[in-house]
């Protein structure tokens, strides 16, 4: 493995675009907001936690206090995204 030094920083600084603090912000995670019925709306902000709301314009509530239905639907959701045929319920 390669040693990191300042100098192979800036070696990569030459050739790589240097991106500003809210820039990184903006690609370091988000909270995925998704609606009632398990539908991803979005990302939004810089946590890494998971979202209930209407909209992403919507304060919403934390994943950890939906109701078991809901949280089947997003679940699903995530799942169906990853590949993962069948439903949250299914596996239980």
Known sequence: MKKLTKKNLDEL???MPVISKSE???????????????V????CGTGN????????FDAGY???TASPDVVSRVMT???N???IV????DNL
């Open 13 to 15: 600084a030459s050739s």
């Open 24 to 38: 990184q912000k903006s690609y370091n995670g988000g909270s995925f907001v998704y609606d009632q019925s398990g």
């Open 40 to 43: 991803l709306l979005g990302e």
């Open 49 to 56: 936690d998971i979202i209930i709301a209407s909209s992403l």
């Open 62 to 64: 934390v994943f950890s």
């Open 77 to 79: 959701t995530i799942g």
């Open 81 to 83: 995204d990853m590949g």
């Open 86 to 89: 069948g439903g949250y319920r």
